[in-house]
């Protein structure tokens, strides 16, 4: 059974940087992907960043320049590293696992939170 299990959210003040982690049991397959996705309140859940095990990365708009998504195929693990934070990032953030191969299924974790203040 994977479990994913994320640390590193808190409060921050504007302009400042947090680094999460992401740290997955279990077999987590041959090809998957794995990423960050964040939802603030009122509003629907959203892709911040995603990394696939053959080294693609993609990121959304609002987060370009801004934040690294990087992972530790070894240890399992998925990072991100947030600079230049802003108000709007304030969110709950979650990490996701996309196994592709040789089956497919999603996990998540449960979430921290970000607080960024102005």
């Known amino acids: 059974q994977v479990q994913l299990v994320e640390s590193g959210g808190g409060l921050v003040q504007a302009g400042g940087s947090l680094r999460l982690s992401c740290a997955a049991s279990?077999?987590?397959?041959?090809?998957?992907?794995m990423g960050w996705h964040r939802q603030a309140p009122g509003k629907q859940r959203e892709l911040v960043a995603a990394?696939?095990?053959?080294?693609?990365?993609n990121y959304a708009d609002p987060v370009k320049g801004r934040f690294t998504i990087s992972r530790d195929n070894a240890k399992k693990t998925l990072f991100l590293q947030m600079n230049s934070l802003k108000p709007e990032d304030t969110a709950v953030y979650y990490c996701?696992?996309?196994?592709?191969?040789?089956?497919?299924?999603?996990?998540w974790g449960q979430g921290t939170q970000v607080t960024v203040s102005s």
């Open positions: 996701n696992l996309g196994i592709r191969w040789p089956y497919q299924k999603d996990y």
């Open positions: 279990g077999s987590i397959g041959s090809i998957n992907v």
């Open positions: 990394s696939t095990n053959g080294g693609s990365t």
